[in-house]
């Protein structure tokens, strides 16, 4: 997966077929390689309830366009963390006249050495998914929350084409009953969770639509390999929902 995040943020930014396909799917275009439109992101921003002058960690900030939009969104000074140095040195370059409320740091989520209670709010957007071990995780993303601090994730939890639908836990579709709530819980945390399963079928079907009609457009930029990893996300997650498999929400815990 390393290589295709090299491969993908060093051509995806320069591309404007893969511009038109974030601005039609997503609401605008912030180089998105997750599953979170606008409302999403907007949803997320209002639980943070962060304030100008306070401080946030975003954790699998790719090239650091949602990063930028959360900043510029609340005011607060943000660190985004990627394990990608290509995405890094972009989100640092584009930003230097934003060094005020932007850092940028590569590192991996499985290896943090976060500061301790430095943090207003933690975000992770599509990310958790990379920790080998939530607990863990979820134990480095509390030390590094001051008192009253906040962690939010959009997240996704579903079959994966490869687990035979009689293995899959069903009863763990409920949201305070998936694998990161119930480590969230486990770890001592409060959970609120908004259920945005409907939303993510309707992205997904607008992807593929999307996706469909700018096929062409993607192939004569030579990045079928975008396309088709894009595609095999809408397909796995129009598929998963219609099976009733399938659940995404926003979390914030504290
Ligand atoms: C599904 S993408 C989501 C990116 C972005 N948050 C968004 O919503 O568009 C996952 C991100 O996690 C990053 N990532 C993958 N493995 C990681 C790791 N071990 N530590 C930190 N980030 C990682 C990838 O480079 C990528 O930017």
Redesign the pocket.
């Given at each position: 997966?390393?290589d295709f995040?090299e491969a993908f943020?060093r051509l995806a930014p320069h591309s404007s077929t893969h511009a038109e396909f974030c601005t039609r799917v997503f609401g605008q275009n912030?180089?998105?390689?997750?599953?979170?439109d606008m409302h999403q992101l907007d949803m997320l921003i209002e639980g943070l309830e962060l304030k100008p002058g306070q401080s946030a960690l975003e954790?699998?900030?790719?090239n650091g366009m949602?990063t930028e939009y959360i900043a510029d969104r609340t005011g607060a000074h943000i660190t985004g963390?990627?394990?990608?140095a290509a995405?890094i040195e972009q989100a640092q370059a584009r930003t230097t006249s934003k060094a005020d409320c932007l850092t940028f740091i590569q590192?991996?989520?499985?290896a943090l050495a976060l500061p301790a209670s430095a943090y207003d709010a933690i975000i992770l957007?599509?990310?958790i998914y990379?920790s080998n071990d939530y607990a863990r995780t979820i134990q480095d993303l509390g030390a590094a929350l001051r008192p009253g601090g906040r962690l939010a994730f959009l997240y996704a939890y579903g079959r994966e084409p490869w687990v035979a639908k009689a293995d899959f836990p069903v009863e763990n579709l409920l949201p305070n009953r998936t694998p990161l709530a119930a480590a969230l819980i486990a770890s001592g945390f409060t959970v609120t969770a908004r259920d945005v399963t409907r939303q993510d079928y309707e992205i997904a079907q607008r992807r593929k639509a999307v996706l469909t009609d700018l096929r062409a457009r993607f192939e004569r930029e030579n990045l079928q390999f975008i396309w088709e990893n894009r595609m095999g996300d809408a397909n796995g997650v129009i598929q998963a929902v219609e099976d009733g498999m399938h659940v995404r929400c926003l979390y914030i815990a504290s």
């Amino acid at each position: 997966m390393q290589d295709f995040y090299e491969a993908f943020y060093r051509l995806a930014p320069h591309s404007s077929t893969h511009a038109e396909f974030c601005t039609r799917v997503f609401g605008q275009n912030l180089c998105q390689h997750g599953f979170a439109d606008m409302h999403q992101l907007d949803m997320l921003i209002e639980g943070l309830e962060l304030k100008p002058g306070q401080s946030a960690l975003e954790i699998g900030c790719g090239n650091g366009m949602i990063t930028e939009y959360i900043a510029d969104r609340t005011g607060a000074h943000i660190t985004g963390i990627d394990t990608i140095a290509a995405a890094i040195e972009q989100a640092q370059a584009r930003t230097t006249s934003k060094a005020d409320c932007l850092t940028f740091i590569q590192g991996d989520i499985n290896a943090l050495a976060l500061p301790a209670s430095a943090y207003d709010a933690i975000i992770l957007i599509d990310s958790i998914y990379f920790s080998n071990d939530y607990a863990r995780t979820i134990q480095d993303l509390g030390a590094a929350l001051r008192p009253g601090g906040r962690l939010a994730f959009l997240y996704a939890y579903g079959r994966e084409p490869w687990v035979a639908k009689a293995d899959f836990p069903v009863e763990n579709l409920l949201p305070n009953r998936t694998p990161l709530a119930a480590a969230l819980i486990a770890s001592g945390f409060t959970v609120t969770a908004r259920d945005v399963t409907r939303q993510d079928y309707e992205i997904a079907q607008r992807r593929k639509a999307v996706l469909t009609d700018l096929r062409a457009r993607f192939e004569r930029e030579n990045l079928q390999f975008i396309w088709e990893n894009r595609m095999g996300d809408a397909n796995g997650v129009i598929q998963a929902v219609e099976d009733g498999m399938h659940v995404r929400c926003l979390y914030i815990a504290s």
